[in-house]
């Protein structure tokens, strides 16, 4: 399953640990999750983010 939350989360390690730890343990055992960061509706993370 798609995990499109990701790309509406702050920029914060905890958030991000929050939000991958409650779709991974909410996604059956034979399931693989895709986090997703950004799309074609979405800019790039770089862009969110910023560039290192």
């Known amino acids: ?12 390690a905890a958030a991000y640990r929050r939000e991958v730890e409650a779709v991974e343990a909410a996604v059956p ?4 999750p895709n986090h997703v960061l ?3 509706d979405v800019p790039r993370i770089a862009t969110r983010a910023g560039s290192p």
Do not use: E, K, Q, S
């Open 1 to 12: 399953p798609f995990n499109f939350t990701l790309m509406h989360v702050g920029w914060d």
């Open 38 to 40: 950004g799309n074609h």
């Open 29 to 32: 055992d034979h399931a693989w």
